[in-house]
């Protein structure tokens, strides 16, 4: 057995804030330390009383004066697409056809997607991501791939093969039958290996034939268990393209309904521009509509309704995601910086403790995985991210008129990104640390 004592500031969400002041929210130690066996939290309080607990001869690693947080999730992201960010186009399917598709056609090189899945986990381990939702591409080689490299880090990841037969080059094009084939050999191969979850992937309704969206419908109902992730509102030539591929449907969102595809554990990156009815349909199966400010800025798709969504009558499950390559940063960080920015466009407000309760736990629940991820509580995965509000000189400077956990929330939101990242752990196991050595 392996124990290991981290001190530090730490802070950890119950639920999810009702104000700037709700302080029941969340437990907030200003000398506090977690104790970690075997890769598992045993104990999280003040430091004393966890180092009262502590074996005798534990080894002890002292992050004051930093903040320990849980690992930050991010749920809507694009393995394949590291090389196609900063792409310079007019909109989504300006961007797709002429940078995303190509690039992803090179997936189908076992040697370039391992190198990619390299670079991958590195960014997300140097800014403090220890959990992802990700999509590789049509190819079982970058699944396979990527989950390697998560099994070899130890990682908590959810990724799935995409599925798509139309619209695209031929070199990014399965078959119903192929996407079916592969995908349960994904599940067969790595699902529950490790920490390593397999999500069922139609990339969204243009990509995929109604016979392929049956047979994500299969696959859905042989393995209910499964995540399942695809696009939805993004882009209004996106929402019109689709209804004319799928006349017979109410609307978009109808389009994933009538195959079974939306519940509890389905995220639909972006749903920028629901209808009431379609708001409906999430709302009462419990479905996840991902947030993904950088890429809906980026490429000028909207501005997400988020309390709009989390306020109606029938409120909407939400997420919050870097969507790299379309998202212009790997930072959760700067990621809850630009929401900040879009509910600021909205004439509303997203206060510092929304936003990383946004990015561990609400993420974590999201994920419907919040008994192993996104909170400090004994029980959970030691996957932690230690936090410097001062990295830079421009945030030492600000720093210094520093007065309340809030404004520390929000200046590490505002002014941080990857050098604000101290220590990311991943199964209590330092990682960022290790990155030139691993």
Known sequence: MTSTL??????????????INDSA??????????????????????????????????EE???????????????HLHFPQMQVMASY?????????????????RFVE??????????????????????????????KASVDAFFAESLRRGTCMVAGKVMMDRNAPQGLLDTPEMSYDETRAVIADWHGRGRNHVAITPRFAITSTP?????????????????????????????????????EA?????????????????????CIHLSEREADAM?????????????????????????????????????????????????????????????????????????????????????????RIGTLEPGSDADLTVLDMAATPAMALRAEVVNSLADELFLLQTMGDDRSIVETYVAGKPAKSTLDIA
């Open 6 to 19: 981290i001190r530090g500031r730490t802070l950890s969400f119950n639920r999810a804030p009702e104000s």
């Open 25 to 58: 929210a969340y437990a907030y130690e200003s000398d506090g330390a977690l104790l970690v066996e075997n890769g598992v939290i045993k104990a999280c309080g003040p430091y004393a009383t966890v180092n009262t607990a502590a074996p005798e001869g534990v």
């Open 61 to 75: 690693i002292d992050h004051r004066p930093h903040l320990i947080v849980p690992g930050f999730i991010d749920t």
């Open 89 to 105: 186009a007019a909109n989504l399917l300006e961007w797709l056809n002429t940078y995303t598709f190509p690039e992803e056609c």
């Open 110 to 139: 076992t040697a370039h997607a391992e190198r990619i899945a390299r670079h991958f986990f590195d960014e997300m381990v140097r800014h403090g991501t220890t959990t992802a939702t990700a999509y590789c591409s049509v190819h």
């Open 211 to 247: 016979e392929q969206m049956e047979a994500a419908k299969s696959l859905v109902r042989e393995f209910p268990d499964l995540h399942v992730q695809t696009h939805l509102s993004e882009n209004r030539d996106e929402i019109a393209f689709t209804c004319e591929l799928y006349p």
């Open 250 to 270: 109410k609307d978009y969102t109808d389009v994933y309904a009538r195959y079974g595809l939306l519940g509890r554990k389905s995220l639909f990156g972006h």
């Open 283 to 371: 709302s009462e199966t419990g479905s996840v509509a991902v947030f993904c400010p950088t890429s809906n800025l980026f490429l000028g798709s909207g501005l997400f309704p988020l309390h709009d969504l989390t306020r109606r009558a029938k409120p909407v499950r939400v997420a919050v995601a870097s969507d790299i390559g379309g998202g212009t940063s790997y930072s959760m960080l700067k990621t809850l910086d630009e929401a900040y920015k879009v509910v600021q466009l909205q004439g509303e407000r997203l206060n510092p403790f929304d936003s990383f309760y946004m990015m561990t736990r609400g993420n974590a629940e999201a994920l419907s995985l919040e008994n």
